[in-house]
């Protein structure tokens, strides 16, 4: 659509978020800086910060060594942007073009064939800007620079003009643009929208950088399919190719693949050449949006995974914040799953925007409020347990309580005040026929007699379905298990049943669901004589569980 230049232009100057109010904002925020007027005074000492006008190849020359505690750029990315031409229009009317095409064609770090500037020439200078940047940056300090270009080649360009010039290459972030899309990121082939942070890091000693051995294909296809083994066992869920690249590159530095700028050698050739044979792509759905994820063909070639999925170690992180702080902004949501899940563990914003809806609303602000369901059912956590204990004792079951719980004081429809320690008659499962036992202690309730326990019940308010799983597998099959959950986490139950790990646990391992309204209330409806016979093959497990699972529960009551 057309616009008029003019009529953008004066709203760049004074519109809503134009440069007369980034002036007033930035005149209140710099109120107490001291900004040098020459870059002499500056290294004086008197003086905060200072904005120097050209070129930062210029002003590293004139920096003293080991001077500079961290640097943060956004270099050209190769012949994307052609940002000297750009600009000679603004340059002719502000009148500052003084030997300015003379300057550009010399200078500017850019592919461009009407300059005479092949991709050699271009990885020169980049790699020039990249040995000065080395010099003025202090030793024990970092380099972050933003990139942008979907070509393999020129990131791969980047990364080893850092390392050759004595950086530590040591992790890619990727920022998704601030209306990310579902549908790029489940692309499996697919390049991210948006920017990528390349970190790189000064060593504390000088050494001598020495030109790590050409890799060659053999080599090359082994360490990606190591790593994305390793990758995707670590994260224990079907994973974005965005997310496979940036971890990746990393481990392809340490082992010298950037030895060499024309390796013809790519990440996707190699997976496209194994899916099917060792990776298989899941459908999953983002945000409304399905697409496909990268996972294990034969889960079983990696030893037994046992880590809990990502995506469940993030709902955990969100559900601990909002119950600290009952209401948060998105950013510091992400900052908090950032630092308890760096690197290639960090979940894209979407997929922490659908966990933030199941224990938050937005409201105005910006802000995430805890859903008041979310304390409620907290509540009643160890109302059920408690509930269940009483269920099994009048069937003639011996009662155990996990660890965990042993010390919740008991509330709701059950008679208050009580321990949930106090539903126990067994002292320990030292006689009990289990594996593993210091994990089994910790299974919610347990129904035992003669030494075998006859039925597991873990009850899950709101978080840790996938860790319920991980611990009832040490029970035997034959062992009935049981999921309790409120009646509105059965959408999320659904969504984790799309998960080829969760999906497996489940069926195979004789598991069931419960559910809180319907066990409370049979108990309210029984309390006063409260007979365990009287709702024998009464089923409270949902239609949608018994798609995955056909199996017919105990009597419960």
Partial sequence: MEQNVWLKFESAIKGAQGLVKAKVESNQYFK????????????AGNYDIYIYNGSCLDLMDKIPDEFVDYIFTDPPYDAAIQFGELSYLWVCWLKFNNNYLDNLIANEIVRN???????TVYHSLLSSSFQKMFKVLKQDKYLTLTFHNPTFKVRNATIRAGIFSGFDFEKIHHQELARPSAKSLLQPFGSAQGDFYLRFYKPVTKKQVVLPEEID???????VIETTTKLLAERAEPTPYTQIINYIDPVLAKHGFFSSLH??????????????VKFCLVEKTISGTTGKLWWFKDPSIVARLKEVPLSERVEQTIFRKMMQKGKV???????????????????????????LKIYAKQVKGGYWLIQPSIRQRVNQHSEIIAILALAG??????IWIGKREQRDRVSGVVKGGKLLQDYISLSSLKEINVTNRDVVENIDLLWIEEKNIKAAFEVEATT????ALLRGSNLDYDVPKYMVIPEERETQLQNKMSSPLFAQYFNNENWQVLYFNAVRNEY?????????HSLSKRLVMRDVVEEYNKKTQIEIF
Wanted: glycine share 4%; no cysteine.
């Fill in 464 to 467: 840790g379905m996938t860790s």
């Fill in 524 to 532: 309210l409806k029984q309390r006063a004589r409260f007979d365990i």
């Fill in 329 to 355: 902004t998105f950013t510091e949501m992400w900052e908090a799953i950032s630092i308890d899940f760096p690197n290639s563990l960090t979940s894209d914003s979407l997929s922490i925007k659908d966990a």
């Fill in 263 to 276: 390796t013809g050698l790519d990440i996707k050739n190699v997976l496209q050449k194994y899916l099917d």
């Fill in 217 to 223: 294909e053999m080599r090359f296809e082994r360490i």
């Fill in 113 to 119: 064939k009407r300059q005479d500037k092949d991709f």
């Fill in 393 to 398: 004792k009048r069937k003639g079951y011996d």
């Fill in 32 to 43: 107490k800086i001291k900004i040098a007027p020459s870059l002499k005074k500056f290294f």
